[in-house]
């Protein structure tokens, strides 16, 4: 972490040298190792962040590569302490000693396996690929890659760009060579400034390298597009249980009505069954069924505005269930007969009693 300045040529911090070797192999991975020599100064760290970036947007989603083997050591191959974790779209390589500080010039070597990084065209394969990130809140002084390839090819059949500068800069201020061994060597023209970068396209013709096979190309799809997927497993999970559980049973033979409540139940019940509330219209089915049962008689009164009259014809005390008793009794309450507006105001106090009564029976 570098002191905020805007003139780079005032940090005292920063990378003194980044020089990247990169093998790419037969079967489409790579090999990357990195010399960072990184110049504290006077300040105190614990070490340094290494921020590579392994998640874009492309080839129709989102698309990662795959970072593994990954080893920190220093000029003389002793180990750094060092903690692998997610930043964003970055793989961030936390390398340092929590409980020591470090001041002056450090060596950190860092070696990692990539694979999914190349693109594959009709006429030609690529790699293209960010050489030093572009977090770094320091500048580097001198920059470069060099990129080895399967087989020497020639010059003429290779296609080489380098950019530099912050992220989605088009400047190219870099060299290029090849060598006579065929590597690809790739030279920043100065320093970079902090969030500056240095990245690199190798283009080589088709056969030089094997695509990984469809299937897997396809997982690695799938583990980065998941989400894509996420409503055809909802569907398909929520079909399967529609078709295993909530399917109506298929009927057998004639459908015939039943002109009698089942098992018994009383208008009030099967009600409260149906759609699971003791309401006015159940006590009133029940108030019906009484009178059928010959403990009351519903008489209509009035000429235009018709009104009804209740006739008390036997006691309750013969009733089996409760919110019968209730009922015979919330609507005469001592008297044998009571007019249907005589109970407006007051009937609904017994109400709460009744329809907690008939809660209690179909439970």
């Not at 760009?161 to 989605?168: A, D, E, L, P, R």
């Not at 290029?176 to 590597?183: D, H, I, P, S, V």
């Not at 005469?332 to 007051?346: H, I, P, Q, W, Y």
Request: net charge neutral.
């Amino acid at each position: 972490n570098a002191p905020g300045t805007a003139g780079y040529e005032l940090y005292t911090e920063k990378i003194q040298n980044f020089d990247t070797n990169i093998t790419v192999n037969a079967d489409s991975s790579l090999n990357v190792t990195e010399k960072i020599v990184y110049d504290f100064a006077e300040y105190q760290r614990h070490g340094i962040y290494r921020d590579i970036p392994y998640k874009y947007k492309a080839r129709g989603g989102r698309f990662s590569i795959k970072l593994s083997n990954i080893k920190v050591v220093d000029e003389n191959g002793a180990e750094y302490t060092y903690k692998v974790s997610k930043q964003g779209d970055n793989k961030r390589i936390k390398v340092g000693d929590a409980d020591r500080y470090i001041s002056g010039v450090h060596t950190y070597m860092i070696s990692y396996k990539v694979q999914r990084a190349l693109n594959y065209f009709d006429e030609h394969d690529e790699l293209y690929w960010n050489v030093t990130g572009n977090e770094w809140q320091v500048p580097i002084d001198w920059s470069g890659v060099t990129v080895k390839l399967p087989q020497n090819i020639a010059s003429d059949k290779l296609q080489i760009i380098c950019y530099t500068g912050v992220y989605g800069s088009t400047a190219s201020e870099c060299e290029r060579a090849m060598k006579e061994n065929g590597e690809i060597t790739f030279i920043a023209d100065e320093q970079l400034r902090a969030y500056e970068g240095l990245t690199v396209v190798v283009g080589w013709p088709k056969g030089v390298v094997t695509k990984p096979e469809l299937l897997q190309r396809t997982l690695w799809f799938l583990q980065d597009n998941y989400y894509f997927f996420l409503p055809i497993v909802v569907f398909m999970a929520s079909f399967f249980y529609w078709w295993t559980r909530g399917r109506d049973p298929k009927m057998q033979g004639a459908v015939v009505a039943e002109y009698e409540a089942p098992d018994g139940l009383s208008p009030a019940e099967v009600g409260t069954i149906v759609d699971g509330k003791a309401d006015n219209k159940d006590i009133t089915a029940e108030l019906i069924s009484l009178a059928i049962k010959g403990y009351l008689k519903i008489k209509q009164t009035g000429k235009g505005k018709k009104d009804y009259k209740l006739i008390k014809l036997k006691e309750p005390g013969t009733l089996s269930r409760d919110y019968d008793k209730e009922l015979m009794k919330g609507l005469f309450s001592g008297r044998n007969e009571v007019a249907m507006k005589d109970l407006t105001n007051k009937f609904y106090k017994d109400m709460k009693t009744i329809s907690s009564q008939i809660y209690s029976a179909v439970t």
